[in-house]
């Protein structure tokens, strides 16, 4: 997958991620993709390691991991945040 796609996966993630655990963080809306594509980049690396996906497509399961590696991203920056 390249780049772009992983970009536009990021930001897909990073939306569903701030729609499941809304709240102040802080940063605005750049803040916020730049965790979802964080989180895309590491979902996507663990759902990997872990066997549950490749890094090669764009489909559900794709989708869903990148928003677990954002949930997890958006849940370390709140925490450092506070």
Avoid: C, E, N, R
């Amino acid at each position: 997958m390249g780049i772009i796609s992983w970009v536009v996966l990021g930001l897909i993630a990073g939306a569903l991620a701030k729609l499941i655990m809304p709240g102040k963080d802080g940063g605005g809306i750049l803040i916020t993709m730049a965790l979802g594509i964080a989180g895309a980049i590491v979902g996507g690396w663990l759902g990997a390691f872990f066997g549950l996906g490749s890094t090669g497509d764009i489909g559900f399961g794709s989708i869903v991991t990148a928003t677990v590696g954002a949930l997890l991203i958006l849940f370390i920056y709140k925490q450092v945040k506070k």
